[in-house]
């Protein structure tokens, strides 16, 4: 699931294109002492077919918190907080349990569609777009980072595909505007 391009320098075979952010993440944990609120964003690169949701090269952000006393619910509000800003002050959001790496618990996140009250193309007749993956930082990743004592911190983590939801925005479901799925 991942693009590789030849003649990636001296000494290599191949470049590989990074798939997601994450490691942005890890380095500002391992160069910074908490607290830490960070956003990093960055082009990625995946072998995902164009369709309504997926793109081959699109933009991702992600964010990290951790401090001591941060919980699920600061999570939550967080993203609660983002959906009304970002989709409008009648945004829902519903949060479904799943598993990413590093994470736990893990979540998808969707908010009410923009769109439709019952359901339509955008959001596969369903209601609810899902928007990005989030969870609470699993304390094995804490304890990998000197000086972070998972006793002690705690955080969550967030990514969005910043390209696919500003698209989502525009009504992409009558063919016109939205995004144009090129790099």
């Not at 607290?35 to 952000?61: A, E, N, T, W």
């Not at 009304?84 to 002050?89: A, D, I, L, T, V």
């Not at 998808?108 to 969870?135: H, L, N």
């Amino acid at each position: 699931d991942t693009f590789f391009v030849e003649g990636g320098g001296k000494g290599r075979d191949a470049l590989l294109l990074r798939t997601h952010t994450s490691p942005v993440q890890m380095r500002t944990m391992e160069s910074r002492k908490p607290p830490i609120r960070v956003l990093c964003p960055g082009r990625v690169y995946r072998k995902d077919d164009i369709d309504p949701r997926h793109s081959p090269v699109f933009h991702q952000m992600e964010g990290l918190v951790v401090d001591e006393g941060i919980t699920f619910a600061h999570l939550r509000g967080t993203l609660a907080a983002f959906a009304k800003s970002f989709f409008g002050g009648r945004a829902e959001v519903r949060l479904a349990p799943t598993f990413f790496p590093f994470v736990e618990p893990g979540v998808d996140c969707a908010v009410s569609c923009a769109f439709c009250e019952k359901g339509c193309r955008i959001c596969s007749f369903s209601g609810w777009i899902e928007i990005m993956g989030a969870g609470m930082v699993d304390p094995n990743v804490l304890d990998m980072v000197d000086g972070y004592d998972p006793d002690r911190l705690s955080g969550f983590a967030f990514g969005i595909g910043i390209d696919r939801d500003l698209g989502d925005r525009l009504p992409r479901a009558t063919g016109r505007g939205g995004r144009t799925d090129r790099p």
